[in-house]
């Protein structure tokens, strides 16, 4: 009996130790089941472990599977410099958030984007406001912004952007704000997790409210919260992107697979503030033909698939 015992334990332990991939997050994050699960759903990948940052701490390298999925910026900041040899996939952070943090890694790494493309924002915006040419925008001293690429990308719709960096503390980044928007009467915000913190993002929207200035967000959470109009993915498409990338891996790991945006991507607005800025939107029918956007209530395509 106590052989066989022995035998069942160095099998499971060695399951555990070349199990296709791992994903890490923060303590907080409760939701690692269902991640797995709809990669399963989207996939046929079902060797995935679920371990926070402290776990994953203890853990020598010799343990970890060959794919690490770091939820969130702290968690790919972690993963990234922790063990070197591994591929590394980020979900659930912007772009900017992961610019700043791959340069660094030690390992190969790409990403599925929260978000939408510059681009495709400030198209979107200046479609809205023709008559707006600049827009504020500040980023956490935790980003490494390339502040040129934006305003080259802002210069092809008739837009320049005033940057100012701040730091992550809750005073300073209203004084930051205050200041920015004595040029501009919009904000155009980015994912930045240590400058966003929730009770400040509710405090600079209370701000935006009583001085009758306007934010975009990142997100559909800052629209709900108070921003204007919101490009974004949800975390099934975005969850869905992972599964394929996961695919790709399994066929050949040693292959480079781009960062990306998921493809499907959806606009929120919020009403009230649409009707208190008198702002004219276009149809749900020209925001998927000419933006390839969803609206909330989906896009027709989508509905019909």
Request: glycine share 4%; net charge positive.
């Amino acid at each position: 009996m106590k052989p066989i015992l022995f035998a069942l334990l160095i099998a499971f332990f060695s399951a555990k130790n070349y199990a296709g991939a791992m994903l890490v997050h923060e303590r907080g994050f409760n939701a690692s089941n269902v991640v797995i699960n709809k990669i399963g759903i989207y996939s046929d990948i079902t060797d995935i472990e679920s371990a926070t940052i402290s776990e994953y701490r203890m853990l020598s390298k010799e343990a970890l599977p060959p794919i690490i999925i770091a939820v969130g910026i702290r968690a790919f900041r972690y993963v990234c410099k922790a063990h070197s040899g591994r591929k590394v996939i980020a979900l659930f952070l912007g772009k900017e958030e992961y610019l700043s943090v791959s340069q660094t890694c030690i390992s190969t790494s790409t990403a599925v984007f929260s978000g939408a493309d510059l681009s495709l924002r400030l198209r979107l915006f200046k479609h809205i406001f023709p008559n707006v040419s600049r827009l504020g925008l500040i980023y956490s001293e935790n980003i490494q912004l390339n502040e040129e690429y934006y305003q080259a990308q802002a210069a092809l719709h008739g837009l320049k952007f005033v940057f100012s960096s701040t730091p992550n503390d809750r005073n300073t980044i209203l004084k930051t704000i205050n200041r920015i928007l004595v040029d501009t009467n919009v904000l155009f915000s980015i994912i930045d997790t240590h400058l966003y913190q929730q009770q400040t993002i509710q405090d600079v929207l209370k701000l935006f409210f009583r001085q009758r200035k306007i934010m975009i967000g990142p997100s559909n959470n800052f629209v709900k919260a108070g921003a204007l109009f919101s490009i974004y993915s949800d975390a099934e498409e975005q969850i869905k992107e992972l599964a394929g990338i996961l695919v790709k891996y399994d066929q050949n790991i040693n292959q480079h697979i781009p960062s990306l945006y998921p493809q499907r991507l959806k606009v929120v607005f919020n009403p009230y503030l649409v009707r208190s800025f008198g702002v004219v939107l276009p149809s749900s029918e020209y925001l998927e033909n000419t933006f390839g956007l969803c609206s909330e209530s989906g896009c027709a395509k989508a509905l019909n698939d």
